[in-house]
Nanobody
Framework: QVQLVESGGGLVQPGGSLRLSCAAS????????MSWYRQAPGKERDLVAK????????DYADSVKGRFTISRDNTKNTVYLQMNSLKPEDTAVYYC?????????WGQGTQVTVSS
């Protein structure tokens, strides 16, 4: 039973920071790339960042590069997304996913709202 459970979402002021966590279970976590996606109302679900199984390869969307950091702890089966300098346009539901180019599993998502 594959499970991806996001946490850490919430309401934050513009310029603030938030750290999302995704706890994985039910598969061999350390052999899978992991990804974060986000979806704002009325928009497509877009890739935010992805990280290879051993963190050697990391990619970011241009819109978050320099502000967000993806990381993982394979001893804890957890992937993180540190979000700094948040902007209102970062408001979205953020989804954890397993996979690099092909997504295998999705989490249920966590809401991030950036507003004053």
């Amino acid at each position: 039973q594959v499970q991806l459970v996001e946490s850490g979402g919430g309401l934050v002021q513009p310029g603030g920071s938030l750290r999302l966590s995704c706890a994985a279970s039910g598969f061999t976590f350390n052999t899978y790339a992991m990804s974060w996606y986000r979806q704002a109302p009325g928009k497509e679900r877009d890739l935010v960042a992805k990280i290879s199984s051993t963190s050697v390869n990391i990619d970011y969307a241009d819109s978050v590069k320099g502000r967000f950091t993806i990381s993982r702890d394979n001893t804890k089966n957890t992937v993180y997304l540190q979000m700094n300098s948040l902007k209102p346009e970062d408001t979205a539901v953020y989804y954890c996913a397993s996979g690099w180019t092909k997504i295998i599993s999705w989490g249920q998502g966590t809401q991030v709202t950036v507003s004053s």
